[in-house]
Structure formats: C-alpha cells, structure tokens
Nanobody, 114 residues
Framework: QVQLVESGGGSVQTGGSLRLSCVASGNRFSRAIMSWYRQTPGNQRDLVAFITADGRTNHVDSVKGRFTISRDNAKNTVYLEMNSLKPEDTAVYYC????????WGQGTQVTVSS
C-alpha cells in the first residue's frame, strides 16, 4: 500500500504562483509514473501533467508554459510548480502514483481569484 500526502494548495490572485508537493510512502517511488490531476465540482478528474520514471514529462496544452512537473526520487516527492495562475485553474489537485497499481492522494484545493 502506498500513501500519498499532498500539500501546497491555497488561495492566490490571478497571476500568482503556487508549488504543490506530493510525498509517497514506500521504496518503489523511483519506478513509478507520477501524475497531477485536477477536478472541479460536477466534473471528471482531468490530467494536468505526468512524469515518467526516467524523467520525461508531459503537460496538457492548457498549462504548458505555466506549470512544470518535476520529481525528487531521493525525497519520494513529485512537485507541480504553477505560475501565471488563472481563475480557470481553480480546482482540487490530486497526485497519482502508478507502478502498475494506482494510488491517489487526498487532494489539495487551489483557488485563484480574479
């Protein structure tokens, strides 16, 4: 069983920045594909970005150039650096761990006001 603990959410104004962190338990983190998703009320959970075990990244078009996913295997941590935040980025952000088994964090709220 892998436990994921997210942190770093909060409330910011348009144009502001936040850095989300997700710490995973266990000793297989370096082999996992780590992802960030986000969800707004009444909607499905959507992919924001992912990073592979060898460090390749992919960001969805709506966040390209503004958000950056990264990982620190020594700390079992994945990050999401979010800059130039917009009100439409408001959501609960979840990290996901995938090493052929899927685990989700509890989510952290990000609110961007205009």
């Amino acid at each position: 069983q892998v436990q994921l603990v997210e942190s770093g959410g909060g409330s910011v104004q348009t144009g502001g920045s936040l850095r989300l962190s997700c710490v995973a338990s266990g000793n297989r983190f370096s082999r996992a594909i780590m992802s960030w998703y986000r969800q707004t009320p009444g909607n499905q959970r959507d992919l924001v970005a992912f990073i592979t075990a060898d460090g390749r990244t992919n960001h969805v078009d709506s966040v390209k150039g503004r958000f950056t996913i990264s990982r620190d295997n020594a700390k079992n941590t994945v990050y999401l650096e979010m800059n130039s935040l917009k009100p439409e980025d408001t959501a609960v952000y979840y990290c996901r761990y995938n090493d052929n088994k899927l685990y989700w964090g509890q989510g952290t709220q990000v609110t961007v006001s205009s």
